[in-house]
């Protein structure tokens, strides 16, 4: 698995939760 790939979900992923907690 390349690193930048692995980077891009993960930042995604934070993205996703960041903006639902924010959100409700």
């Known amino acids: 698995m390349a690193p930048i790939l692995i980077d891009m979900i993960y930042k995604w992923l934070y993205f996703e ?6 959100s409700g």
């Open 17 to 22: 939760k960041y903006d639902n907690h924010l």
